[in-house]
């Protein structure tokens, strides 16, 4: 959006921060599918402790962690989480997902994914001991669970998806975990398909509602508008069984090409459209209010959530959700440099500009429609998405975009705003580029006791309107 931006002064960038250099955040990544070791950790660590997320999604392998009955080996996962928490990281785990020692079906199923153990009593113990000895094992270092990834897909609830059977697990999960850390956080839900309310519904009128603390849902849309529907639904819908339930964003994301496989595949996606659509998705949850958020992911790796095992093909299926960019060598794991993509500057803009302490707010600042020479007519005039923010220091910010069809359309204008009581020199933060910009003086127009913001750009990724030191 050079054309609009050029009349204004770049006057800095937003530096980024590392995690260990961020106490508080909402922000997050996905790591997971390690319990399938489809990408080497190693080389993403010190990459995605730059990005500044705080919190990390990892899964808990039980199909990797116990080969012998009632013997677990946590090594792998000791490594993980270990160099996450030492670079200011905090992981959070999803408990999942089958085991073939316990189960035949998941023998054939690479990974054992979507085989819940529920179908006799054995499988039930050695679950629940299963949990017992991971809680245990990560006491002090870990303190949300989540139970199992996506229940309400097929893929990952094989035998047929039931909501009344994964509540009851969920259930039987968290007694689990809090017979060894009363005071863990018990996370449930991990819902994708969120236009289905039944599923929620009845796994929480099975019990779930009193078990969990926090429900989380994943989504997957070049619209994130439909976030201010799903997610109030969500949380009425929580509220009306428990109003203590918090909602978390757990997974969302988008791909950097269209060739690939899983969520949104076959989209006219590019690294701008994916890095667009990170910071949108992003900014819409911070204005939601969730818990936290979790982009996924942070790497290109395989789906494998279809693969059966000795047939390499059926689980050779890339996703580019990565924002960290990888080849893949012949059996399908990660490869190369694990390269940033723009996605990858971006996120870590938003990291950094809402780091610590960020509070949603309204702010004494309206939309106004006045003639704009760079439109060579008028501002823009149709809807858009906005909403204010504020921190401890007294700053704030106006959010705002045009949320856009991103597969067709590329959307840049001009938009103006009367502002009100709002102390601080405006200015335009880009979340894209992390540019920042002072507003010329021809600009601003004195109105009342208030100002007239002129023709600023309005584009189809978030901006902030800033007053104070709210972007540094």
Same mark, same amino acid.
Request: aromatic share 12%; glycine share 8%; with cysteine.
């Given at each position: 959006?050079?054309?609009?931006?050029?009349?204004?002064?770049?006057?800095?960038?937003?530096?980024?921060?590392?995690?260990?250099?961020?106490? #508080?955040?909402?922000?997050?990544?996905?790591?997971?599918?390690?319990?399938?070791?489809?990408?080497?950790? /190693?080389?993403?660590?010190?990459?995605?402790?730059?990005?500044?997320?705080?919190?990390?999604?990892?899964?808990? =392998?039980?199909?990797?962690?116990?080969?012998?009955?009632?013997?677990?080996?946590?090594?792998? !996962?000791?490594?993980?989480?270990?160099?996450?928490?030492?670079? =200011?990281?905090?992981?959070? !785990?999803?408990?999942? $997902?089958?085991?073939?020692?316990?189960?035949?079906?998941?023998?054939?199923?690479?990974?054992?994914?979507?085989?819940?153990? !529920?179908?006799?009593?054995?499988?039930?113990?050695?679950?629940?001991?299963?949990?017992?000895?991971?809680?245990?094992?990560?006491?002090?270092?870990?303190?949300?669970?989540?139970?199992?990834?996506?229940?309400?897909?097929?893929?990952?609830? #094989?035998?047929?998806?039931?909501? /009344?059977?994964?509540?009851?697990?969920?259930?039987?999960?968290?007694?689990?975990?809090?017979?060894?850390?009363?005071?863990?956080? !018990?996370?449930?839900? +991990?819902?994708?398909?969120?236009?289905?309310?039944?599923?929620?519904?009845?796994?929480?009128?099975?019990?779930?509602?009193?078990?969990?603390?926090?429900?989380?849902?994943?989504?997957?849309?070049?619209?994130?508008?439909?976030?201010?529907?799903?997610?109030?639904?969500?949380?009425?819908?929580?509220?009306?069984?428990?109003?203590?339930?918090?909602? @978390? *964003?757990?997974?969302?994301?988008? *791909?950097?090409?269209?060739?690939?496989?899983?969520?949104?595949?076959?989209?006219?996606?590019?690294?701008?459209?994916?890095?667009?659509?990170?910071?949108?998705?992003?900014?819409?949850?911070?204005?939601?209010?969730?818990?936290?958020?979790?982009?996924? +992911?942070?790497?290109?790796? @395989?789906?494998?959530?279809?693969?059966?095992?000795?047939?390499?093909?059926?689980?050779?299926?890339? =996703?580019?959700?990565?924002?960290? =960019?990888?080849?893949?060598?012949?059996?399908?794991?990660?490869?190369?440099?694990?390269?940033?993509?723009?996605?990858?500057?971006?996120?870590?803009?938003?990291?950094?500009?809402?780091?610590?302490?960020?509070?949603?707010?309204?702010?004494?600042?309206?939309?106004?429609?006045?003639?704009?020479?760079?439109?060579?007519?008028?501002? $823009?005039?149709?809807?858009?998405?906005?909403?204010?923010?504020?921190?401890?220091?007294?700053?704030?910010?106006?959010?705002?975009?045009?949320?856009?069809?991103?597969?067709?359309?590329?959307?840049?204008?001009?938009?103006?705003?009367?502002?009100?009581?709002? #102390?601080?020199?405006?200015?335009?933060?880009?979340?894209?580029?992390?540019?920042? $910009?002072?507003?010329?003086?021809?600009?601003?127009? *004195? #109105?009342?006791?208030? $100002?007239?913001?002129?023709?600023?750009?309005?584009?189809?990724?978030?901006?902030?309107?800033?007053?104070?030191?709210?972007?540094?």
């Amino acid at each position: 959006m050079a054309y609009q931006l050029e009349q204004l002064k770049e006057i800095g960038r937003v530096t980024p921060k590392a995690s260990v250099e961020i106490k #508080k955040s909402k922000m997050g990544i996905g790591f997971e599918k390690l319990d399938r070791n489809v990408f080497d950790p /190693e080389k993403a660590y010190d990459k995605l402790a730059k990005v500044g997320v705080k919190w990390v999604r990892i899964q808990s =392998g039980w199909q990797r962690t116990e080969r012998e009955k009632g013997v677990y080996n946590f090594a792998w !996962i000791d490594t993980v989480v270990d160099n996450l928490l030492d670079r =200011g990281m905090q992981p959070w !785990i999803c408990l999942c $997902y089958g085991n073939d020692l316990y189960n035949e079906e998941a023998k054939t199923v690479f990974g054992a994914v979507g085989c819940p153990p !529920i179908f006799n009593d054995e499988q039930k113990t050695a679950w629940a001991n299963y949990v017992k000895a991971t809680v245990k094992h990560f006491e002090g270092r870990i303190t949300h669970w989540e139970v199992w990834n996506e229940p309400d897909g097929k893929w990952c609830w #094989k035998h047929g998806v039931n909501a /009344e059977e994964y509540g009851r697990f969920a259930v039987a999960t968290a007694e689990a975990v809090r017979a060894v850390n009363p005071a863990a956080k !018990i996370i449930g839900g +991990s819902i994708c398909l969120l236009d289905n309310m039944d599923f929620l519904d009845t796994a929480l009128a099975a019990g779930m509602a009193d078990a969990v603390d926090a429900i989380t849902f994943h989504e997957y849309t070049p619209d994130e508008s439909a976030l201010f529907r799903h997610v109030p639904a969500l949380r009425a819908l929580a509220h009306s069984y428990n109003p203590d339930i918090k909602i @978390i *964003q757990g997974e969302s994301g988008s *791909q950097s090409r269209s060739d690939g496989a899983g969520a949104v595949r076959g989209g006219a996606w590019t690294e701008e459209r994916q890095a667009k659509q990170c910071i949108r998705h992003a900014v819409a949850d911070l204005m939601n209010d969730v818990e936290f958020s979790s982009y996924f +992911s942070c790497m290109d790796m @395989i789906e494998a959530l279809n693969g059966t095992v000795g047939d390499k093909n059926s689980y050779l299926d890339y =996703g580019y959700f990565g924002i960290l =960019g990888a080849d893949f060598d012949a059996d399908g794991f990660a490869s190369g440099e694990y390269s940033p993509k723009l996605s990858y500057y971006a996120y870590q803009n938003v990291c950094s500009v809402f780091a610590e302490e960020v509070e949603l707010c309204d702010l004494p600042i309206l939309r106004a429609v006045i003639p704009s020479r760079r439109m060579i007519g008028s501002d $823009y005039a149709g809807t858009f998405l906005s909403h204010g923010f504020k921190k401890p220091n007294g700053s704030v910010a106006l959010a705002y975009w045009n949320s856009t069809q991103l597969m067709s359309t590329n959307f840049e204008s001009t938009i103006s705003f009367n502002v009100a009581a709002v #102390k601080g020199e405006p200015r335009v933060v880009d979340l894209l580029s992390g540019k920042i $910009y002072a507003i010329p003086a021809e600009m601003i127009e *004195q #109105k009342g006791t208030g $100002y007239v913001i002129k023709n600023v750009p309005i584009t189809d990724y978030p901006l902030l309107l800033t007053f104070g030191d709210f972007a540094e």
